[in-house]
């Protein structure tokens, strides 16, 4: 995939058939509209593209509104090259672009893209108070040479696929139904930081991960998870056990998320991980996070734990 940062870098010569959005999380409704671009690009000999926006247009129109990201604009272009697209576009999102109409911003796509189709989903909408929306584009794509192709949301064992769904879903603590709209495991990633040093001292050493704080994190609970202890493209995948909350039991008043990594280190490695960004992937919530009388009695739970999780996990 060829990326870049700005819509007036591209200078695409086209015929080129774009997508525009946030496409937080690219989950299967969103694979889906990148599967129909892709197959539009491909009927007229074109590029298929995607343009994604940083910041995230609610940090500009909305400064004060909370952000719960479930992936980063790079992370979204990563999925989506996955799916065979050619170009993404990362367009930073200014007050001034938010103030272009739809015929200025459709203007620059045209001109620095090549802009032959737009696909899109059916609540989708463009400029300045999102004046152009579906009957506009239509209009505008007659006068201006390009086609305006709308496809419908998908559904999920009855549920409808979207962003705002996935959420509610990991804000439940339920990643199982986040995947399978999601068509993955939810992942987040972070920086190895120092902790405590408590879980060394029991025989348990976990991986503090410092995850930014727009990243959305699943309920406070203890989960099974795959590790990748460095960058996913060429580090093996390792199983672990993970537990994200206030840790009430030892005293805790921060969030954290801490990954006690099964079988690490192996023969060689130094199992140092500060500094190291670190990936985990959810994929079971073994209960919600709880305070216990003692020391020894979270001890025994977080054994209980770790044989839960690989159970579940050797079985995948």
């Not at 190895?192 to 990243?215: F, H």
């Not at 609970?221 to 995948?237: C, E, K, L, Q, S």
């Amino acid at each position: 995939m060829r990326i870049f940062r700005d819509i007036r870098d591209a200078n695409l010569p086209g015929p080129t058939f774009l997508t525009i959005g946030n496409f937080d999380g690219l989950h299967r409704g969103h694979q889906m509209l990148l599967d129909r671009l892709r197959q539009n690009a491909t009927a007229q000999a074109g590029m298929s593209a995607l343009l994604t926006f940083d910041p995230h247009p609610l940090r500009v129109l909305r400064p004060g509104s909370p952000l719960e990201l479930l992936t980063t604009p790079e992370e979204r272009l990563a999925l989506a090259g996955e799916l065979g697209i050619d170009v993404g576009v990362i367009q930073p999102f200014t007050p001034e672009l938010a103030q272009l109409d739809p015929r200025a911003f459709l203007e620059l796509l045209v001109r620095h893209l090549g802009l032959a189709g737009l696909t899109v989903g059916p609540d989708f909408a463009l400029g300045r108070n999102r004046a152009g929306n579906l009957d506009v584009l239509a209009a505008l794509g007659q006068e201006m040479g390009f086609a305006l192709d709308v496809i419908q949301p998908v559904q999920v064992v009855g549920e409808e696929v979207r962003s705002y769904a996935i959420r509610q879903a990991l804000v439940n603590g339920e990643v199982e139904r986040a995947a399978g709209m999601l068509g993955r495991n939810y992942s987040i990633s972070g920086v190895v930081v120092e902790g405590d040093r408590r879980g060394r001292t029991i025989g348990i050493p976990t991986a503090n991960l410092r995850v930014d704080e727009e990243r959305l994190l699943p309920a406070d609970g203890v989960y099974a998870n795959w590790v990748w202890p460095d960058d996913p493209a060429t580090a093996p995948r390792l199983a672990g056990v993970t537990n994200i909350g206030m840790r009430p039991t030892v005293g805790g008043r921060e969030r954290r998320v801490e990954c006690h990594i099964f079988d690490f280190p192996q023969a060689g490695e130094s199992g140092d991980l500060y500094g190291k960004t670190v990936t985990l992937a959810f994929v079971q919530r073994l209960r919600p996070e709880q305070r216990f009388e003692n020391l020894d009695g979270l001890i025994a739970q977080i054994h209980r734990d770790m044989a839960a999780a690989r159970a579940i996990l050797q079985r995948i």
